[in-house]
């Protein structure tokens, strides 16, 4: 439910800020999920001052004012019709951002008009979010000072989602929500402040009343407002129900729907002229009746539903929705006003077989107060004629059935048992003051216990309990101690390489990945189109199940990557464009047994992952970027990195045969190689029946593991402002970027704390088998800034020493 701060101060004064506001709802049981603050966008727009307005001369509507905005006096070049001198107006100053229609902002800044240069804007209500009106600029009290805040002003509302529990009716209207905050604050709550004034001419002559007894009406109270004038609601109306988030239609329909917000009564307005026989009859629906809803849907009635209906046909559904032929409209002379109570179980099965559910329907579902018809009728009358003239027909006409509840409920507490449910010591004087807080009413007391009296709109108060939980409420749940119990218990913890997996699937996920779950078995003809014949290679000798299911699973893995690739294939041809894969399990490889109650097997933990087709979107052109090394191995570097390890990645020894020779690396940290990675050769893309370009990675996470207990040790950095100089290289096309590092790292450099690779080129303006390479070095010191000639002097040292082997060239 939306409540609104500035609605809430019309029931109870709330000097607090919205923010403090927001924890008292929370702390009594009406919590806040979420807070609309419109203002805040509005924070830069000042009151300003117009001093003079002077027409343009390029213009037969523009003007030319200068404003003070309490500090300086600007020009401004405005187009409103009503703008003079001497006038009090809101000023948007460069730099101010006022929000569009559209979404997007329109921020101030200097500008020409016509040939005149303005300096921000002289602003008109529809442009800061207060109302629809652009007739002109909004003019403010002379009062006010140039250069206030124009959001201080209180003009903007705040607005709170609150979520009441169903067993809370009360607080489905401001009213409710503001008796809380009252007892929270302990402060009195505003009464209800209306002139209600009846004319001589007497309702009953106006229109009769029939409701049949047990259809689910047990309480009916109509008034006549006759030759009331609807129009367009006055602006504070259709401001608070704006900030609720209900739109304004007119100004008698708007006040049903404050009084329904308000004090949380539904009502229903008729057209009285469009009710025929001038008769009111509450009834249960006849079969095969249809009424139009002012939604425009038609429904089609039976027997259970509850109507509302004029001399001959359903005029409403009874809680839910009225009907279009008895809808207020512009030429609307005299009003029907209903205000009712409806059994709960009646409205909730009506509402959820229409399909319809309306804030009149949900209050109704909870049960709505069963004493306050009569006044709340008084209230919404008396509102109508001060929005829409009329007069107020003298009386009512009314029912109160057999059935209906005429007496409040009383509860007895006791003063011990609230202190043992609650916990902590509360006297018979705390008990009183925080309940009668809440309205309820104390009608008999001693010393071990108080009776009250329950007011009628908290039907939830039905035992002792219910008044215990209410005292705890208004205490602050977070006021009461609490002591844990003695004992001691040790959680078991998981198993190191446990939580490494677990860590690797929640990290694979968030980076993009599905996992996949694979049988535990593979294909042996898999397994060698990847790996090759039996060699030295442990992943190439899988074990073989002596009973196979088929022989696409007639084999124990070595690996993770057959299936992986198996379920890359399938996904193309079901998913095409782009492929993203890990699956984290067991590789088995076979070995000889030591012991006739050894397996013959040893287990290692493994993690593999591939990613095929399209990797990317180019922002610049929006097509489909594919997968490439460089990117492959920042995703690699970025997954390792996420795990807390820190890797390098180096040319393999001895190179994976199932990978590109050009594009694989080892994975290495600390210098133990986790595992592989690179581009899938085009080979074993065809023998897995793969057309996409594919990268693939398996590491060991037993290594994995064992390398993340090693002890991380800190290194300060530099808060000093670093300098940079390039260095422009040629060398051969075997001499890799790792080894280029490691040159210049041997010759340990004075203060170099970065080195970066910019560039690498290859082409016809360089010597074939050479290449270029750019790097951009960082200097910088721990303790100082240093010196254009410290960096030069300990770059060009760097420069002549790295050329002195003459494989280095510089450019």
């Not at 979420?34 to 001369?57: F, Q």
């Not at 009635?301 to 004029?310: A, P, Q, S, Y």
């Not at 997996?501 to 397994?527: D, P, Q, V, W, Y």
Request: charged share 25%; with cysteine.
């Amino acid at each position: 439910m939306k409540v609104s701060l500035n609605w809430l101060r019309r029931h109870v004064d709330l000097p607090e800020s919205a923010e403090d506001v927001a924890k008292a709802l929370t702390s009594i049981g009406l919590e806040v999920e979420g807070m609309e603050e419109p203002g805040k966008v509005y924070d830069k727009l000042l009151v300003a001052k117009v001093l003079t307005c002077d027409p343009h001369p390029d213009s037969d509507h523009l003007h030319i004012t200068t404003v003070n905005d309490g500090t300086n006096t600007i020009q401004v070049v405005c187009g409103a019709p009503n703008v003079a001198a001497g006038q009090t107006v809101v000023l948007a100053p460069i730099g101010a951002e006022l929000p569009l229609p559209d979404g997007t902002k329109l921020k101030m800044k200097k500008s020409k008009i016509r040939g005149v240069e303005s300096f921000g804007m002289i602003c008109a209500e529809d442009e800061i979010g207060l109302s629809d009106d652009h007739g002109g600029i909004m003019v403010l009290d002379d009062s006010i000072p140039a250069g206030t805040p124009f959001v201080s002003l209180g003009m903007y509302d705040v607005c709170f989602e609150l979520n009441v529990t169903p067993n809370r009716p009360d607080a489905l209207s401001h009213r409710g929500v503001a008796r809380e905050l009252a007892a929270k604050f302990n402060r009195p709550l505003k009464p209800l402040a209306y002139n209600f004034k009846e004319d001589s001419e007497a309702a009953s002559s106006a229109i009769s009343l029939e409701v049949v007894p047990g259809c689910g009406c047990s309480r009916y109270v109509g008034r006549v407002i006759k030759d009331v004038k609807v129009e367009k609601s006055p602006a504070w109306l259709a401001k608070l129900l704006h900030a609720v988030g209900m739109n304004s239609i007119n100004n008698v329909v708007d006040i049903t729907n404050f009084i329904l917000m308000d004090v949380g009564q539904p009502l229903h307005s008729f057209d009285m002229d469009q009710l025929h026989g001038n008769k009111i009859k509450v009834r249960r629906a006849v079969k095969g009746e249809h009424i139009e809803t002012i939604d425009h849907t038609a429904h089609e009635l039976i027997e259970n539903d509850l109507v509302i209906c004029d001399g001959d046909r359903p005029a409403c559904v009874a809680g839910v929705m009225g009907g279009v032929e008895s809808e207020i409209v512009d030429a609307t002379k005299n009003v029907f006003l209903e205000s009712a109570w409806f059994n709960p179980t009646v409205i909730r099965k009506q509402a959820k077989r229409l399909c319809i559910s309306t804030d009149s329907s949900y209050r109704f579902e909870r049960e709505i107060d069963f004493a306050t018809q009569d006044e709340y009728s008084k209230y919404a009358c008396a509102m109508i004629q001060e929005v829409a003239g009329g007069r107020i027909l003298k009386g009512s006409v009314e029912y109160t059935g057999e059935d209906h509840k005429k007496e409040n409920n009383q509860v007895t507490l006791r003063v011990a048992r609230a202190a043992k449910v609650i916990g902590m010591e509360v006297s018979a004087e705390q008990i009183e003051k925080f309940l009668t807080g809440i309205a309820l009413e104390v009608v008999k007391k001693d010393a071990e216990s108080l009776t009250f009296k329950i007011p009628s709109f908290r039907p939830d108060l039905e035992r002792e309990v219910d008044l215990i939980e209410e005292i705890a409420r208004l205490i602050g749940f977070d006021n009461i101690p609490y002591s844990l119990p003695k004992f001691t218990m040790q959680p078991n913890e998981l198993p190191a390489i446990e939580v490494l997996n677990r860590k690797i699937r929640k990290t694979l996920s968030a980076m993009g990945l599905h996992e996949c779950l694979s049988l535990r078995f593979t294909s042996k003809a898999r397994t060698e189109a990847l790996f090759g014949p039996e060699s030295d290679d442990r992943r190439s000798k899988p074990a073989l199940l002596l009973n196979p299911l088929s022989e696409e699973l007639g084999a124990v893995p070595t690996s993770l990557l057959p299936n992986l690739l198996k379920a890359v294939a399938e996904n193309e041809k079901n998913r095409p464009g782009s492929v993203r894969l890990f699956e984290v399990a067991k590789g088995q490889f076979k070995r000889d047994r030591k012991d006739e109650r050894d397996t013959g097997f040893d287990e290692s933990n493994l993690v593999a992952l591939t990613i095929a087709g399209n990797f990317d979107v180019d922002p610049l052109n929006d097509k489909p970027k594919q997968i490439d090394f460089a990117a492959f191995k920042g995703f690699v570097q970025s997954f390792f990195k996420r795990l807390g390890l820190v890797v390098e990645f180096r040319a393999a020894a001895k190179p994976e045969l199932f990978l590109h020779p050009g594009k694989q690396a080892e994975i290495v940290c600390n210098g133990t190689v986790l595992g592989t990675m690179g581009e899938l050769h085009p080979n074993c893309l065809k023998a897995n029946e793969i057309s996409y370009e594919t990268y693939v990675m398996e590491a060991d996470m037993d290594k994995m593991e064992h390398e993340s207990h090693k002890k991380i040790v800190f290194q300060a950095f530099s808060r000093q402002v670093p300098s940079t100089r390039d260095i422009s290289i040629e060398v051969a096309k075997s001499m890799t970027h790792e080894d280029v590092l490691a040159r210049i790292k041997a010759l340990n450099p004075k203060n170099l704390a970065k080195i970066t690779l910019k560039s690498i080129y290859e082409g016809e303006k360089i010597e074939a088998g050479k290449k270029n390479m750019v790097y951009s070095l960082t200097y910088q010191a721990m303790d100082r800034t240093l010196t254009d000639d410290e960096v030069n002097k300990a770059h060009n040292k760097l420069r002549d020493k790295l050329v002195q082997n003459g494989d280095i060239v510089l450019r």
